[in-house]
């Protein structure tokens, strides 16, 4: 049986990659023959979690199709966040909590969506229907992506069943889920040795709203101003993204941690969508959008709101 490939999006926060080095671990304990790969370079805080629960970081691969002819896709389903050759190959399944956008295949698949914060919350649920144990390791790797995506539980998208998992498998990892989970974010709030282009990259995704070609990055961090001072040089390579790419909005968010706020930098065509998203005033391209934390549940549907009318 040749080998499935399991992945999550380019550019992978936590989320992304526990859920396919968990799922590669549920998928082998049935017998199945999987491997957990990774699209891009990982970033402080899922560092921290890999060494924190001893997990062996999911190798690097640029072309899935040179490899096998079949894959899993987890915590996505647009193409233009996929592998580059995600055409070449067929998708035999999905596990994701974002919307659905620009997929379809030519055969059926298993297809599993859920509004919750986290894909490790659904693949929570799956190890308890197919009466798979969860490890310790593969509890706290789960604990890791549930608050990551969360921000400690402070963020919208933050559901009780999301809570309710990151309960259950902090007493299966043995640890403290408020005192490692600030640990964890803190760890990549530190972006004190991140270039530039490094920081508008890290946690970037591109999404197709409406004719428009946006690109949505962001970053934590616990103060917002060790980011903003470097405002220039972003500025600069965010507008060679935006000329490369041909995209009409690049949003660049960067997020406190501490306050769950937001200050966005928007530059290109669309930039004013952001004012009109978020009724506030673009000065000197950024504003500070109170209470945003989620990409996934405040940022790109009312963006798309906005760029509708």
Known sequence: MEKVLIFGHKNPDT????????YADLKSKLGQNVEPVRLGEINGETKFALDYFKAELPRLVEHVSAETKTVILVDHNE?????????KVRVLEVIDHHRIANFETSDPLYYRAEPVGCTATILNKMYKEKGIEVEKNIAGLMLSAIISDSLLFKSPTCTEEDVEAARELAEIAGVDAEKYGLEMLKAGADLSDKSVEELISLDAKEFNIGASKVEVAQVNTVDANDVLKHQEDLERSISKVIDEKGLDLFMFVVTDILTND???LALGKRAQSVEDAYNVKLENNTAVLKGVVSRKKQIVPVLTEAMSK
């Not at 989320?15 to 968990?22: E, F, K």
């Not at 193409?79 to 055409?87: E, K, V, Y």
């Open 15 to 22: 989320d992304t990659i526990t859920s396919a080095i968990v």
């Open 262 to 264: 937001s200050t966005a």
């Open 79 to 87: 193409r233009q966040q996929s592998a580059n050759d995600i055409d």
